[in-house]
């Protein structure tokens, strides 16, 4: 449900919404795009930003959004389904698209090929769509045919204990060393420029999300060569906040890291995400730690029986500045496959 406290205007926007976990389940919503700035704990990630709210429970997330504008979506961060795979019976765009209804199951109510969306426009006026992807695994090609297209765009597995999230340990035990398996692939004491080059060594794709940011795509390659860093379009690069990395390629990207908080960075199929191909980064905890959490925040992680373990502590990893690249921190990722999926941050 969507409550808004105050009119909306350009100038100040407050969002409050309010969450209600139902019988036996618990979650998680994460605001798609937001970068929460100051407000770190309602980016709603279990086992980094926040402790999942329990079943039955009333949690609301208020916070301000005084410098976005554009389209954004919310969605659960918690608890996809386990196992395999589903494999999806279509793909709707607006709720239509052709199906041969013999493949349906006998209880479905199905209607044979009731033909695709379809959108009436006149010609020499501007359009602007929306156009967002809510599948949890499908991915589509947008393409419009015979128009102008103007482009409008502002080696372990991750395994951590939900009820002893990431930004606890930094708010409550002033922690900078973290497990192994946290993968903690970076973190930022002071703004730094960044750039990441995720190496997809798989035949899938993997749509990678970067959490409190939006980033610039430099360049992409086939994955058995590397970027050539001179070669990167470092002049009108495309900004998003999510990113395909096609199989067998590699993909470079460059983002500011000056929010404080943890936030995730993730391939953004469901299911790879509970199998965890998910990294985090922190940066400036010195900024987040002045930053006071709201008490209905804090009592998210009350029901756990011990909720700050004793941690396996990993080295401190080291950064190395080359101006040359007008950038601060090299991150190198490698995803494969295993017995699980495989995220191995590297920084160099």
Known sequence: MWKADIPCTEENIRWAIIVMAVHRVSTSIHYHGFFQRGTNWYDGVPEQSQCPIPNNTTFIYNFTVP????????????????????????????GRNNYNCKWAPVSYKCIDDVGLSKFNFVPGKRYRLRVINTSALLSFHFQLMNMQWIGVVNGSTCAVDVDNPTINQILLKNQTLFQPNQNVIGQFNTSQVIDIVVYNGVTGEHPFHLHGHTFWVLGSG?????????????????????ATISPEEWIVIRFEANNPGIWAFHCHIEWHVEAGLVAQFIELPHELRKLKPPSNWEQLCI??????????????????????????????????????????????
């Open 67 to 94: 410098d976005q504008s554009g389209t954004f979506w919310y969605h659960s961060h918690h608890l996809a389904h386990k196992g395999l795979e589903p494999r999806p019976d279509n793909g709707l765009i607006n």
């Open 222 to 242: 086939p994955v058995d060569t590397k970027p050539d860093f001179s070669k990167l379009n470092i002049f009108d690069p495309i900004k998003r906040d999510t």
């Open 303 to 348: 029901k756990s029986p011990n909720p700050y373990n004793d941690l396996i502590l990993q080295s401190e990893q080291r950064t190395i500045i080359d101006d040359m690249r007008n950038v601060d921190t090299l991150i190198k990722i490698l995803v494969g496959i295993g017995e699980n999926w495989n995220l191995i941050g590297i920084i160099c």
